[in-house]
């Protein structure tokens, strides 16, 4: 009873085991009111299998809220691989995950997340068609932190209309904190458009190639080594590296405005989202603005057009202009709007439809 009152809130949770392979893997489904369940495969050390389960349920559901948000037609899921991604993957690992995937005939996809990457997927798919994200050789879209970081402009940009009513990026100061397959993109765009970045990486590469890229541009760059970032005389801070970074050590320091950036799980805890609205900081929830991969993938199940995901990708403006008013209407914190938006989008939708079910399995032949 203790197992089945942990996963009330979910509609099904898979244990898969092959041990030819050495496949260990949790495979949750929360919620399908919107579409079949879509969610990236994680692999890692797990300490336990109960680590394992706790991180898969807490992802599965963090998905059927983003893809509410992204107006996607897909509900949450996520699967767990409990290994060493630098020892223990292999081929038949995948193809043994892969057969895993194809059993439930559709009610979850799933493609790449921390420690997988497309080409493992190229391997699960040879079992099953229900995988996103794999490489353009493949049928892929390609890298999708690409649609993540427009979508990241379009959050900043309705930051910028909601505090000064002006999207302009040139006359305003960012300090990017990360500068990865998100971060880099974004900084250069903001360069571009004139703006001032502060940013820090612990790659220097990455920096070194942000300040050279900055001489290309009317924009001004200067270097911040580590934590000083949360104290730069910014507007906007756009964390693109790591969650748990908005907390009760950062949000005293920050001299910004706005917050608006990729990271996941930006929050240390949700009463942050509190403390960051008393400072006068205003929150873009992160999973609003890190949406755009989520389309991009998303999109690929409709067959490719580029335009479409930039269209989609858009959006994001227009969702947070939206939890925006909707916080300041209902006195609530931003991340408590954009939590009520999509359950208002999931009611709206399970009233016509509950749980999705694949195309009807075979026959079996009566003996
Ligand atoms: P990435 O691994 O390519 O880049 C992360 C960068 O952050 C690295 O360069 C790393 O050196 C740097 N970093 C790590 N800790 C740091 C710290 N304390 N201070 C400064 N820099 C630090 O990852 P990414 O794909 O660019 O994603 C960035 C964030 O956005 C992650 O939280 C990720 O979960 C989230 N996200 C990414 C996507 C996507 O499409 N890639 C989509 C949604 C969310």
Redesign the pocket.
């Known amino acids: 009873m203790l197992a089945f009152e942990r996963i009330k809130d979910y509609e099904q949770v898979m244990f898969c085991n092959e041990p030819e392979s050495g496949l260990k893997a949790i495979i949750v489904i929360h919620d399908t009111t919107l579409g079949p369940a879509l969610g990236g495969t994680r692999m890692q050390p797990y300490r336990t299998v109960d680590d394992a389960l706790e991180d898969g349920l807490r992802l599965a559901k963090g998905m059927t809220y983003k893809c509410a948000a992204a107006d996607v037609d897909f509900g949450g899921g996520k699967a767990i691989l409990i290994g060493d991604p630098l020892t223990d993957k292999s081929p038949d690992l995948f193809r043994a995950f892969g057969q895993f995937v194809q059993s439930l005939h559709g009610r979850f996809y799933t493609g790449t997340d921390?420690g997988t990457n497309p080409e493992d997927f190229v391997h699960a798919h040879r079992e099953t068609r229900f995988i996103v994200g794999l490489p353009e050789t493949y049928g892929g879209h390609g890298?999708?932190?690409?649609?993540?970081?427009h979508g990241v402009i379009y959050g900043i940009k309705a930051v910028l209309k909601r505090l000064w009513n002006d999207e302009e990026l040139s006359d305003k100061a960012f300090a990017v904190?990360?500068?990865?397959?998100?971060?880099?993109k974004v900084a250069k765009r903001l360069l571009e458009a004139g703006a001032t970045v502060y940013a820090?990486?612990?790659?220097g590469n990455?920096v070194n190639e942000l300040a050279a890229y900055a001489e290309t541009t009317r924009g001004h760059f200067s270097a911040y080594e580590?934590?000083a970032?949360y104290d730069a005389p910014a507007d906007i801070f756009v964390?693109?590296?790591?969650?748990g970074?908005l907390n009760d050590r950062t949000i005293e320091r920050l001299r910004v405005k706005g917050v608006a950036?990729?990271?996941?799980?930006q929050l240390a805890e949700d009463r942050h989202g509190k403390a960051l609205a008393e400072a006068g900081i205003l929150y873009a929830p992160?999973y609003i603005v890190?949406?755009?991969?989520?389309i991009?993938v998303a999109d690929e199940l409709y067959g490719p057009n580029k335009e479409r995901v930039v269209q989609k990708t858009r959006r994001i403006y227009e969702t947070l202009s939206d939890i925006f008013e909707t916080a300041e209407r209902e006195g609530m914190t931003t991340d408590e709007a954009a939590n009520v938006f999509c359950e208002k989008r999931l009611r709206a939708q399970s009233a016509r439809s509950r749980f999705f079910l694949p195309e009807k399995p075979p026959k079996w032949r009566l003996r």
């Open positions: 921390m890298d999708s932190s690409v649609s993540t970081a904190q990360g500068l990865g397959k998100v971060g880099l820090t990486d612990m790659n990455a580590g934590d970032i964390p693109c590296a790591i969650g970074i950036g990729s990271a996941n799980n992160d890190n949406a755009g991969g989520l991009q």
